[in-house]
Structures are given as structure tokens and as C-alpha cells.
């Protein structure tokens, strides 16, 4: 009898570690993302006009032909994502904007839901290295949410603004860019250029990754995971490869979330910046284009991988695959909110209006923007400014506010 006993004490104590197991197991791919390191409360968001307003806006884009931008001037650009409320406690999110940088100044940005009172509150986030985030507060109603947001960037033909960011710590091997590994290291020497130029060797990773066959489905985004299996389809991963070879050579890398304005609907765009002589210099390792560097006006920066987003991308989190450096089209900020549908995010970016700013156009927009990340409102001026189709246009509706 005792030794029965004990063996159902054993049964149910190896049951319930079995349990746990599995729930802790089950945790690691349910769990939220974690809230992004030095990220600032931010600001109430908010722009001019009603809901129309927005609709109007996002007409526009989408009414605009499907084409590729071919130079400078005011691109629109289009995203959504639609997310399920399982919880009565209020849930949080946090998505991309069009960022300051490089060769773009954004003009207007607007955010709606469905339903119109599924949301609480918005904030312009600044997080580490000047990125700027939206966090969307939705309040405990258990339902189904559908965010769309509208933009237009004045893409120049140069730099408006100063890359800041320190290359140091982007020289150096991270979670999904282990560019100290054997693989990485032999694969990189194989690509160096005998002139060692920078951008030589750029071209060089694009041609590999061309040329690259699967030889196993992928499991990781992660470089040595990419490399191992041969997929060559996939962005995210072709920049950390890309990235990890660039490191395992001593040149600072790092990837760029962006949108490209080629009128394609997708998901964001993965491209990389490596730091030669002094600047950072982008070209996409997935060759959608192929110029060394890539033309201002090729894409639209949406967010700057930090080594905080590299060493989050090998832990398990809601929305993203193994190997994708956090900032991804949305981030799940809390267990009460989920991603929904089949089309549950996407993004498409396409020119609106092809003209060479001035640099009084530029200054303008900058100034314009930067009054928007302070006080958290988009002007009527702004949102009519993304109907200019020269610098003049462009100039007088920022200046009406």
C-alpha cells in the first residue's frame, strides 16, 4: 500500500514539472516584447482635422500609380496592422514612424483605429539613438483592432541631417550578428576585395547572397543561421549576414528598417549602414537596389537597429522569428494583445511628387517636424504640404501651420 502511495506521488509530482515545463516552454513564444531600452514617455500625439482628414490622406497615397521613385521630391507611404484584444486590463503597443534622418525629413503622419474608440492614448517615443516610436495604448475591451497610419517624407538628393551614432560598438559580434563566427570569418576573407575597398566588398556580399541556394528551410534570421541553410529571400536575414561580414572585416554595421517607394505592398524592408571614412553609408545586401551607396530617395527610414535590438533578437517574443533585431512593423508591449488575421501588418511606399527640394524647403520641413516631436500635434499646414508638388507649394503650406 505505502508503495503505491509513493508511486502516485511520484506520477504526480513528474506530472505537474511536466506542466510547468510546458508552460514555461509555451511563455517563451507568447511572451511580450520587452519595453526597448532608454525610451522616453513621449509626448500626446495628435493631428489636425477629423477622422476624413486621415481618410483623405490615406486616399491620396493609395489613388497615387504604383511606380518606383526615380528621384528626390514627397513620397507617401501606407501601413496597418490589426491585433486581437484578449484581456480586459489596458494593453500597449509600439510602432515605427518615418524618422528624421539621413536624406529625409517627414512632413505628416497620421494614426487611426477601427474601431474609432478601440484607443486610449498615443505618444511620440523617442528611444536610443534618435529613433521615434508611436505608442498606441488600447483600453481592456476584448476585440479585434485594426491600426492604420499615413505619411509623407520629402526625400532630398543628399543628407539633411548629421548620422551621429557612434561605430564602435557596431564593430563588435551580438546575438544575431556573430560575425566573430568560423563560418562568418572565412566567408568574409573569401569576399575582400584585393583593392580592400568598402564598397567593393558591399557588392561583393550582394552578389553572394544573389547567388545563395537553399539547402535546408530556415529556422533563424540570425547571420550564421542564414549562412548555414543558404535561404537568400528573406531581408532581415540578408542584412544580419550582411552586417556580420562587414564586422568580421573590422567595418562598423548595422541594418535600417525601411520602406522603400516602389508601390509594392509588403512588410518592411530590411537594408544595412556601414561607417567608411567617416560616414555611414547604406546599400541593401538584399538587392532590390543595387547601388553602393543607395540614393536618398531608394527608401524611407523607419527605424536604426541598436545593439539592444540585436542582442533581443534570439529571445522569443510575440510577432517576430528567432534572428529579427526588435523593431519590427509592430511590438507587442504586453500578454493581452495579439496579432490577428492573415494581412495582420503591411506597408507599401510610393513617389507622390518628383521634384528637387530647395534647401529653404528642406530647413522648412525639418523645422516643421521637429515642432511636432515636441509638442506631439501635426499642423493643418503640414498635412496640406503633402499635396505640394514643388519646394514653393511645399514652403507655404508649412509655413500656414
Avoid at 324 to 338: A, D, F
Amino acid at each position: 500500500m505505502k508503495k503505491l502511495v509513493w508511486l502516485i506521488v511520484v506520477s504526480v509530482a513528474v506530472s505537474m514539472m511536466m506542466v510547468i515545463a510546458a508552460i514555461v516552454l509555451i511563455w517563451q513564444y507568447v511572451r511580450p516584447s520587452p519595453q526597448p531600452a532608454n525610451i522616453s514617455p513621449g509626448v500626446a500625439f495628435q493631428s489636425a482635422g477629423d477622422s476624413t482628414t486621415k481618410a483623405d490622406l490615406a486616399k491620396v497615397i493609395n489613388e497615387s500609380p504604383n511606380r518606383v521613385m526615380s528621384r528626390p521630391g514627397l513620397a507617401g507611404a501606407i501601413g496597418g496592422v490589426r491585433v486581437k484584444i484578449t484581456s480586459s486590463e489596458p494593453q500597449e503597443v509600439i510602432l515605427p514612424i518615418p524618422q528624421l534622418a539621413d536624406g529625409q525629413a517627414p512632413i505628416c503622419f497620421v494614426v487611426s483605429s477601427t474601431p474609432p474608440d478601440a484607443v486610449t492614448e498615443m505618444r511620440f517615443r523617442r528611444r536610443e539613438d534618435s529613433n521615434v516610436v508611436v505608442g498606441i495604448r488600447f483600453k481592456g475591451e476584448k476585440q479585434e483592432v485594426q491600426i492604420a497610419w499615413s505619411a509623407v517624407v520629402l526625400l532630398a538628393p543628399h543628407s539633411v541631417t548629421t548620422n551621429t551614432t557612434p561605430a564602435d560598438p557596431y564593430r563588435s559580434a551580438t546575438a544575431c550578428v556573430q560575425s566573430q563566427a568560423d563560418e562568418i570569418v572565412k566567408l568574409a576573407a573569401s569576399l575582400w576585395p584585393a583593392s580592400g575597398k568598402p564598397d567593393e566588398f558591399a557588392a561583393n556580399i550582394q552578389r553572394h547572397i544573389r547567388e545563395s541556394r537553399r539547402k535546408q528551410q530556415p529556422r533563424s534570421l540570425d547571420a550564421l543561421g542564414i549562412l548555414q541553410c543558404g535561404e537568400n529571400s528573406i531581408c532581415t536575414a540578408n542584412s544580419n549576414l550582411a552586417a556580420a561580414l562587414m564586422r568580421a572585416k573590422g567595418i562598423a554595421c548595422r541594418s535600417v528598417a525601411v520602406i522603400p517607394p516602389t508601390g509594392q505592398r509588403l512588410e518592411m524592408h530590411r537594408i544595412v549602414e556601414y561607417f567608411d571614412k567617416d560616414r555611414w553609408i547604406a546599400f541593401d545586401p538584399s538587392s532590390l537596389q543595387t547601388d553602393v551607396p543607395a540614393k536618398p530617395w531608394q527608401n524611407i527610414v523607419m527605424a536604426k537597429t541598436t545593439i539592444f535590438d540585436e542582442q533581443t533578437a534570439m529571445k522569443p517574443r510575440m510577432g517576430s522569428m528567432i534572428g529579427c533585431p526588435y523593431g519590427q512593423e509592430i511590438e507587442l508591449l504586453s500578454t493581452g494583445v495579439t496579432l490577428w488575421g492573415q494581412d495582420f501588418f503591411w506597408t507599401q511606399a510610393k513617389p507622390l511628387a518628383e521634384f528637387e527640394p530647395t534647401e529653404q524647403a528642406i530647413q522648412a520641413a525639418i523645422e516643421a517636424w521637429n515642432r511636432t516631436l515636441e509638442s506631439g500635434m501635426v499642423s493643418a499646414g503640414q498635412i496640406k504640404a503633402s499635396a505640394a508638388k514643388d519646394s514653393s507649394q511645399l514652403i507655404e503650406s508649412l509655413r500656414a501651420r
